[in-house]
């Protein structure tokens, strides 16, 4: 069964901590996106890769880093300079740029 | 500076009724027009796309219509059901950077 799987659901950060959030897709995607949402609010782009082993910064990219060593996987890093976290986190794909997006469930970021 | 907005944060419709949310872009560049739906702590699905070369595309109760000399389109959905209680976001694509712009949603709320 094709997808996007994201763990954990759920994650708390202590003050000063990096996270890494997990993002694999089966779909043989080559583009992959990281968004965050806010309460009541869009989706902003924080980072994307269109091919393996290169990213792009979005919108919203500062206190965050991303890897892509392999085309199924695209870890997101939310490292301590980030100093709003609390957020809920997707991570999406799409078989070439621009198209179609495909998201995975979530994941919930909060600090403690 | 929001390329893609979404003026109605939100909206109620009676069960049956016809629900029409409402999206207006600045971008004469976007050719790509989707809309996604999401329910509460998951990602979003998608459910509908439009061509700008296209004024309409339906799928089912789904039809988007797009208004490019006004630069606004909209999702028609008839008849609307409670399970379509959600936020629904419009999306465009510029077609020389490949990417996805997010409205900041509409939450649709079906009463019975």
């Known amino acids: 069964d094709g997808g996007i799987t994201q763990s954990p659901k759920y994650l708390f950060r202590k003050e000063g901590q990096n996270v890494t959030l997990s993002c694999e897709q089966n779909l043989n995607h080559d583009a992959m996106y990281w968004y965050r949402q806010d309460p009541g609010q869009g989706l902003r782009l924080i980072y994307y890769s269109q091919i393996v082993n290169d990213f792009q910064k979005g919108d919203i990219a500062e206190g965050y880093s991303v890897s892509r060593e392999k085309k199924e996987s695209f870890p997101l890093t939310v490292t301590s300079a980030q100093k709003n976290p609390t957020a809920f986190y997707l991570c999406a794909s799409s078989d070439r740029p621009g198209e179609k997006l495909f998201f995975g469930s979530g994941t919930q970021l909060s600090v403690l | 500076d929001q390329q893609v907005k979404q003026n109605s944060p939100s909206l109620s419709v009676q069960e049956g009724r016809i629900s029409i949310l409402n999206c207006d872009y600045t971008?004469?560049?976007?050719?790509?027009f989707l809309w996604y739906k999401k329910y509460p702590a998951e990602g979003p699905t998608f459910l509908i796309s439009i061509s700008s070369i296209k004024d309409k595309n339906e799928d089912g109760r789904f039809t988007v219509f797009l208004n490019k000399s006004a630069k606004h389109l909209s999702l028609h959905i008839v008849p609307s059901q409670p399970g379509d209680s959600a936020v629904y976001f419009c999306?465009?694509?510029?077609?020389?950077?490949?990417?996805?712009?997010f409205g900041g949603g509409t939450r649709l709320m079906v009463k019975p």
């Open positions: 999306a465009a694509r510029e077609w020389s950077l490949n990417m996805l712009t």
């Open positions: 971008n004469s560049m976007f050719d790509y």
